[in-house]
Structure formats: C-alpha cells, structure tokens
C-alpha cells in the first residue's frame, strides 16, 4: 500500500523467479528437507500420472481418497504433492488453519507475471490488508450498479449473437458477453471503442492463453515462446492500464461507478491509498478470477438444463411468476428467485470453476494423523470433494433439490467450498453470482436450450474448468 505517515508497515510480498530452473532446484531442495514427512501415495515419478493429473484429474484424485483417506500425496513431475479433500480438510485449509500456507508459492506460482501482487497471489498481513480497503468496492449496492450494465450487455449479445435454430458455441458466445461485461464494469471502457476496449480485450484474453497450454510449453523461453507472448500482451495490457489510472487520478469523478474508479478513491483505515502498481495488481487479478469463473459457470448451467428439461421447465415457471418476462433486478436474483439459486448451487457442486485451491506449507502442521513438512505443495480441491458420495449421495446427478435451504444448511461444514472459504473466501462472489444469474435469466426468458444428440461433453482444466472445444447446443424460441 502506498505508504502515509503514521500507518503500519506492511512487509512486501517477497519476489517470485519466473525461471523453471531454479524452480525445480528450489522444490527438490525443500522436498529433500522434508523427506520421510509426506502423506501416503506414490511416490516414484511418473508419466501417466502427470499426464493425467494434467488432462483427467478427477478419478486419480478420487481412487487415492478411497485408497488413502482425506490427505495423501503423489509425485507430480519433479515434486511430491499433497491432496486434501473433504469437508474436513477443506475447512482446515480455508478456516481452521489457514496461517499454515501461502498462495504465493503454490503451484500457480506462475501467474505472478501476469497478476503481480492481486489478492490471489499474496498472503498474510499484506492480503488482509488490500483484502479491507477492496471489500467496499464488492458490497451490495455497488454490485447492483453493474446490474444495468450486465443487463443491456446480455440483451444486445442475445439479439446478435444467438440464432434461433442453429447450432451455436454457447462457451465462446458467454466468454465474449462476459470479456465485455468485465470491461465495463470493471475497467471502465467500452469494448466497442476502437483503441483501448478493444485492444485490452484482446490482449487479456491472449494473455489468458498462456495458463491454458501444457506445462511443457508455458516452461520455454525465448523469442515467439508463449512465455514471450504473454509478456508482450502484459505490456499492452499495463500501458493502457496505467493510462486509465493516470486518467481517473487527473479527474476524479464519483458518478463513475466502475471498479478501476473505485480502486483509485479507495481509503485504508490509515488513510493510505493504493498505488498505481497496486491498483493495476488488484484489476488485473480480479479480471483474471472473474472471467473464466463465470464465463463456465453459466455455460455448464446451460449445458445442464439441456440435459433436464423438467428442471428448465421449473425455473421458466419461476422466472414468469415473479419477473412477468421483465430482466431481473440485482434484488430480484439474490432472494426471490429461489429454485434459480438451487439450480446454480447444483452446476456448482459438479462443476467449481476455480477447482482447486493451491497452497505452499509455509510450516509443519499435522492433519489426519499425517505430519506434512514446511515447503510442501498443498492443494485442496473443491471438485473431487463435491463428488464423494458420502457427502453427496448420488455425486454424478443433477438434483438441484440437494440445495433446498434445510438441506444446504445441514451440510457439514467445509463439504461445499466452490466460492473458497475463510479470509480468502471469492470476493466477486455476489458479482460472479449475479452475472450468472442473471445472463441465466434473460437467455431462458427467450430461448430454450437443445442437448444435440450424440454429443457428450468432456472437461478441461487448465486452470479453470471449461467444456473442452467449447459448448454446442442449439436454441430454440421457447413457446
Ligand atoms: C461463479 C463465479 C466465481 C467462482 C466460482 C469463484 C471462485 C473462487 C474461489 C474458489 C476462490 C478461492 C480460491 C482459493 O481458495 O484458492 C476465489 C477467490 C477469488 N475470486 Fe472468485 N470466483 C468467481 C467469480 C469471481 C469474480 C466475478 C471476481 C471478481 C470480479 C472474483 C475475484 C476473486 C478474487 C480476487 C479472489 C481472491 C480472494 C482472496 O484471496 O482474498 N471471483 N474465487
């Protein structure tokens, strides 16, 4: 934070290399210091493992649950791993322990070239700190600001971009009203001006690429690598960045109610403001958490309700009891559509976007029984443990009813984590839900969702969950 008088020091988060070499130097140095310390799971390198771990993660990590119980871990490339899964471990790693690890130097340690020093990738007193003076820029009535923007983003994307009776790419259409929506809302710029909307569009999105190639891949180096091509879209990226900055700080303007805006103004307790790096940390990083998330989320809902047309069926009747074919107020989505919120609390369940949560053991701690040492990669992952039929009789099926209030309630806790939980708990939560929702709603509200037959779907996870080649269905004029 930039620094005034009279407020704390917060000590800066420490410098990430973003050479591989001495990457994998550093991991075999701390597997080495904790050697004999790691929870059971195979241990020899292996390729098929990696591969899968990379491709088809989910019936490895459910086969080692049952065969290990909540925390094993596993050889991954160079390095040993640990999974931790279920209610239990969830809320160990998010609530009950969390001082325990860092994000930092998870193994997304990679995104810090793009994001810098965002929320995601900082821990500690300097997270918690960035942490409050953001969270007003989330609160209720700021959220509904953007409500007028999804909305007539929505509409004009489903009048030019959803063709009654064709086959349409359902991923590719909600990735570019959601890339809009974000740079209204977030940055502030119109994504139709020629300049600047659509040149950061562009270049987030290309910069996004780099995190979804195989690992082999995002590790070169040198000229026409993607490493290169990310590193060259960031400085578009921050060039125009910068100069929105630079804009808002020259005029500052209270009715603008996008959150750059809003980053800019934003006060600590102590009077300090953010910086300029701080405040383009922050954006990019919320851009980056807020695109693939709901983006997925809405696809794979729609992929769903192709699937179960009573369930589409149902919502319909809600949606035309209580908005009478008007687009939904902010209000509106957060309370009194409430099968609307079960159907989305389901596509959740089997499909968390942000899938797993990486961590780095920053001390020795126990769980379970099991010592893990300090400098351990720790992941707790959302997606398998919304699977364990213990937890979720049933797993593969679609039943929004297991999100009744009674019965979400009754949960255990930790046992339905897609949002994250604890101090790191999503902060875009309300403004990723209302997106969903409401993209949800105004599509529904016109058109009916088809299954093509013979077409399944399979998954991709790199690094959010997506359909893999995207989602065809067809539309058509709901009757
Ligand atoms: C359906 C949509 C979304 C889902 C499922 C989702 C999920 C998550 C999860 C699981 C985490 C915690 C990760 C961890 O524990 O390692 C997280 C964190 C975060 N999310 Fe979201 N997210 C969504 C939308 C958004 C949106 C729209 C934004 C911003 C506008 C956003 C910004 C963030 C940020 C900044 C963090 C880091 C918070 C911190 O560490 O303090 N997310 N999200």
Not at 4 to 21: D, F, T, Y
Not at 423 to 438: A, D, N, P, S, Y
């Amino acid at each position: 934070m930039g620094s005034v008088e009279g407020a704390a020091p917060v000590r800066r988060p420490p410098r990430m290399s973003a050479n591989p070499a001495r990457r994998v130097l550093s991991d075999l140095a701390a597997e080495w210091r904790g050697r004999g310390r790691f929870p059971p799971g195979p241990g020899d390198f292996s390729w098929a493992r990696t591969h899968q771990v990379a491709h088809d993660p989910l019936p490895l990590l459910l086969g080692a649950y049952e065969e290990f119980g909540p925390i094993f871990s596993m050889r991954l490339l160079h390095t040993r791993v640990v999974f931790m899964l279920g209610p239990e471990a969830n809320h160990f790693v998010t609530v009950g322990a969390p001082e325990n690890f860092h994000w930092r130097e998870s193994s997304f340690g990679d995104l810090i070239p793009l994001l810098g020093d965002g929320l995601l990738t900082v821990d500690d007193e300097f997270h918690d700190r960035a942490r409050a003076i953001m969270m007003p820029a989330f609160h209720r009535q700021q959220v509904a600001a953007a409500v007028a923007v999804m909305q007539t983003e929505t509409a004009a994307a489903i009048a030019s971009g959803l063709r009654v009776g064709e086959v349409v790419d359902f991923y590719a259409w909600m990735r570019n009203l959601a890339m809009r929506i974000a740079m209204r809302a977030l940055l502030g710029l119109d994504p139709d001006e020629a300049g600047r909307g659509a040149a950061a569009a562009a270049h987030f999105e290309r910069a996004l690429h780099f995190f979804g190639i195989d690992y082999g891949l995002r590790l070169l180096r040198g000229p026409g690598t993607p490493w290169r091509k990310l590193l060259a879209s960031r400085r578009v990226l921050d060039e125009i960045v910068f100069a929105e900055i630079a804009e808002r700080r020259a005029n500052p303007d209270p009715g603008r109610g996008d959150v750059l805006s809003l980053l800019v103004a934003v006060r600590g307790e102590g009077g300090e403001a953010f910086s300029d790096r701080e405040v383009r940390d922050q954006l990019m990083t919320l851009m980056f958490a807020g695109h693939d998330t709901s983006t997925s989320t809405v696809t794979f809902l729609l992929y769903e309700l192709a699937r179960h047309p009573a369930v589409a069926a149902r919502l319909r009747e809600e949606q035309d009891r209580v908005l009478g074919g008007a687009p939904p107020s902010a209000e509106q989505l957060e309370s009194s559509l409430p099968y609307l919120a079960m159907v989305v609390d389901e596509v959740l369940r089997l499909y968390p976007p942000a899938w797993i949560g990486p961590r780095r053991a920053v001390r020795d701690f126990e769980f379970g029984g099991y010592a893990v040492p300090r400098g351990a990669y720790v992941n707790y992952c959302s997606w398998a443990s919304h699977r364990l039929p213990e937890v979720f009789p049933d797993p593969e099926a679609f039943v929004p009813e297991r999100f009744t209030r009674e019965r979400k309630a009754a949960l255990p806790r930790g046992a339905y984590v897609p949002f994250g939980g604890g101090q790191r708990v999503c902060i875009g939560k309300r403004f990723g839900l209302t997106e969903v929702k409401l993209v949800a709603t105004m599509v529904l509200q016109q058109l009916r969702p088809d299954a093509l037959p013979g077409r399944t779907m399979t998954i991709r996870q790199m690094p959010t969950l997506s359909p893999r080649g995207g989602l065809k269905i067809r539309l058509r004029l709901r009757s």
